[in-house]
Nanobody, 126 residues
Framework: QVQLVESGGGLVQAGGSLRLSCAAS????????LGWFRQAPGKERDFVAA????????YYTDSVKGRFAISRDNAKNTVYLQMNSLKPEDTAVYYC???????????????????WGQGTQVTVSS
């Protein structure tokens, strides 16, 4: 069982930055891939970014490339999402997720992820 707890959300003006953190429980944190998803009101939960166990395989959805950066610290059982140049359309609840099936590769589909955090709200004002 893996428990994920996100933090770092908040209200920020367009062009600003936020850093989300996701702390995971369990001794096997370094053995699985992790992802960030987001869900805006009335919309589906969409993929944002993912990282494999070592951090040498990373993928972003097109809309955040060049603005967001995912990273992980296996010693701290934590995955991060640095979000820069935020736009109002980035407003959503952001969720981290763990994919225990994959270690070296990463997936973008929601169905690939086994565990989810409770989410943290990010609001970007114009």
């Amino acid at each position: 069982q893996v428990q994920l707890v996100e933090s770092g959300g908040g209200l920020v003006q367009a062009g600003g930055s936020l850093r989300l953190s996701c702390a995971a429980s369990g001794r096997t944190f370094s053995s699985y891939a992790l992802g960030w998803f987001r869900q805006a009101p009335g919309k589906e939960r969409d993929f944002v970014a993912a990282i494999n166990w070592s951090g040498n395989n990373i993928y972003y959805t097109d809309s955040v490339k060049g603005r967001f950066a995912i990273s992980r610290d296996n010693a701290k059982n934590t995955v991060y999402l640095q979000m820069n140049s935020l736009k109002p359309e980035d407003t959503a609840v952001y969720y981290c997720a763990a994919d225990q099936t994959r270690r070296f590769t990463i997936a973008t589909a929601r169905s690939a992820y086994d565990y989810w955090g409770q989410g943290t709200q990010v609001t970007v004002s114009s």
